[in-house]
């Protein structure tokens, strides 16, 4: 028994939700099983899309100094709804 489920990585996100808008797009499902999979494929885009945001924080906060790359943490519970994001002080 594992003690916390893991997080699928963003390509096997992307890979369920493409394998989603396949059966939707065959247009052979029953309402009440489209209806299921559109919903799952909304939270799957945006679960992408948090992923894909986090990732293009994590490049930003890549800084050169003296020559070298220096990967600084990025804590995205830190930022505030009244914040900008992206835009520095």
């Known amino acids: 028994m594992t003690a916390k489920k893991q997080n699928p990585s963003f390509e096997q996100t992307l890979e369920e939700l493409e394998q ?3 059966h ?3 247009g052979d499902l029953p309402l009440e099983k489209a209806l299921a999979d559109f ?3 909304i939270k799957l885009t945006r679960e ?3 992923k894909l945001a986090s990732a293009e924080q994590k490049v930003k906060l890549l800084i050169e100094e003296s020559g070298t790359l220096e ?3 990025f804590d995205t519970d830190a930022l505030s709804d ?3 994001s992206g835009e520095q002080p």
Do not use: K
Request: glycine share 6%; charged share 45%; hydrophobic share 20%.
């Open 20 to 22: 989603l808008v396949e």
């Open 24 to 26: 939707l797009e065959a």
């Open 39 to 41: 919903e799952r494929g």
């Open 48 to 50: 992408c899309q948090q």
């Open 71 to 73: 990967e600084r943490s």
């Open 82 to 84: 009244d914040e900008p």
